[in-house]
């Protein structure tokens, strides 16, 4: 039985929360594998609407076990927070299971990715605030704190001790701000440790034996394609692998049992933050189209930098992840507009690039080279079919999946669970 991975095809909140949602029932597992509270899905089921950010959007389908896996990054105040707010509202949160190799958020990270996003200046990435850049750093230096290490209070404080040693002289000498002690660390991070505990377990055991059973294990991106410290368009990226490798390291399920890959891609593009972003509109349409998708940040609610379609950026992330399908959302969003720009390729300096450039400068330089195609006027948020679907609208979803590498399965027509057109099975 299968594991079936989901990402992000852009630059994030493609609408991965609603599609995993929708994915839900099929599913006996649904794995977070990268990312942190950075994240925002917004699901709307009925006329209840949840903004998760740390819990894996599996959490509002009962049956369905939610795991956070090791690739996660956990600020515990959040985590709790967030549970205690789905179980007032009735969702049932009791059968959550955390890795223990997960690494913890302390509040030493928050302050230095908020300090030094201030010491960048104009050159600042526009992170989230939440640390989680400061914690990865600190996996991969190997003085980070993880879920484990709330249960040996000696090795924790240990650990911080470590960590703390470098980052205190860091921020008094260099960001001008107080120190932090050991003791308020631990202390902090103790009083979750009970109420962890329960929930922890070697997840990436329980996955393997999960389909081993015939279970379906769906891993559950945050962050998205050009985001990825590795893939994406770097430095301004978050400080994971959100791109299918990731699922793999921070799941524990290896390459060989992911047999479907499903990439989230909106039908124009949006960007949080900064960096580059070919396509941008800076003018009145941009304005458009954020009003339409209603593009603030379920997260910082911040305005999202909105644009055209990039069959550029959606070829790519298919070849990285090895996308079988695409999920394309907010199509309703696009009604209304005579006719709709879609950039087919960059022109790089007077050089054509039907690829992503290599180089960081030539993507700064990239303008896009658009195809233009009919638009349509008709609401299609009712429509559940192709055929529901206006000549013109079926022609652009028929024209974005010539061009970006992979068929387009299922078509989101609104927020809503039920408004999505499904053109083949997912599962
Ligand atoms: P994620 O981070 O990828 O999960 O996406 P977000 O939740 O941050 O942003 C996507 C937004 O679009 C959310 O507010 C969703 O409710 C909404 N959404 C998802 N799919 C559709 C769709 O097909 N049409 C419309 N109009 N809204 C959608
Ligand atoms: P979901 O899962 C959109 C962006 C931030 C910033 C950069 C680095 O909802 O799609 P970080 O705090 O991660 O160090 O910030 O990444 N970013 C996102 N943008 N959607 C997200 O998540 C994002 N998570 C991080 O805006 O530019
Ligand atoms: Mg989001």
Redesign the pocket.
């Known amino acids: 039985m299968p594991a079936i991975v989901l990402v992000?095809a852009q630059w994030?909140?493609?609408?991965?929360?609603?599609a995993t949602d929708l994915l839900g029932p099929s599913a006996d597992y649904v794995v977070k594998y990268n990312g942190g509270n950075n994240?925002?899905?917004?699901?709307?089921i009925g006329d209840q609407k949840y903004a998760l950010h740390l819990l894996p959007?599996g959490i509002l389908t009962p049956g369905v076990v939610p795991v956070i896996g090791n690739g996660v990054v956990i600020d515990p105040a959040v985590l709790f927070s967030e549970i205690d707010a789905l179980e007032e509202r009735g969702i049932d949160t009791s059968q959550l299971v955390v890795s223990a190799n997960a690494h913890l958020i302390a509040p030493y990270h928050r302050t230095i990715d908020r300090v030094a996003e201030r010491f960048l200046g104009n050159a600042k990435l526009g992170t989230t605030g939440r640390g989680i850049g400061p914690t990865y750093a600190d996996k991969m230096s190997r003085v980070g704190v993880r879920v484990q290490d709330l249960f040996d209070e000696k090795i924790l404080r240990q650990k911080i001790e470590g960590a703390l040693e470098l980052k205190n002289h860091l921020l008094v000498k260099v960001y001008n701000r107080r120190a932090i002690t050991v003791d308020e660390v631990v202390e902090e991070f103790m009083e979750f440790a009970d109420r962890l505990r329960p929930m922890t377990a070697d997840t990436a055991l329980l996955l393997s034996n999960a389909l081993d059973a015939g279970k379906t294990v769906l891993l559950e991106g945050?962050q998205?394609t050009l985001l990825d410290v590795d893939h994406g368009t770097y430095p301004f990226v978050t400080s994971s692998n959100p791109t299918t490798g990731g699922a793999c390291t921070g799941s524990g399920i290896p390459p060989t049992r992911i047999d479907r890959v499903i990439a989230?891609v909106k039908a124009y593009a949006t960007r949080v933050g900064s960096g580059p972003f070919p396509t941008e509109l800076l003018d009145a349409d941009g304005e458009k189209l954020r009003q339409d998708?209603?593009e603030f940040?379920?997260t910082t609610g911040r305005p999202r930098r909105t644009g055209w379609y990039d069959a550029v950026v959606a070829r790519f992330a298919s070849r990285v992840n090895g996308v079988t399908d695409f999920v394309l959302?907010?199509?309703?969003?696009l009604s209304g507009w005579e006719r709709i720009p879609v950039c087919v390729a960059y022109d790089v300096d007077g050089v054509r690039h039907d690829e992503m450039p290599m180089t960081q400068t030539d993507f700064h330089h990239a303008k896009p080279v658009y195809e233009f195609l009919d638009g349509w006027d008709e609401d299609i948020?009712a429509a559940r079919t192709l055929e529901d679907l206006p000549k013109n609208a079926q022609q652009y979803i028929k024209a974005l999946e010539e061009m970006s590498g992979a068929p387009m399965s299922a078509?989101?027509?609104?927020?809503g669970r039920d408004?999505?057109v499904q053109v083949r099975s997912l599962v």
């Open positions: 992000g994030g909140d493609e609408g991965k929360g609603k994240a925002g899905h917004t699901i709307v959007s945050g998205a989230v998708g209603a940040g379920t959302t907010k199509l309703d969003v948020s078509i989101g027509v609104g927020p408004q999505t």
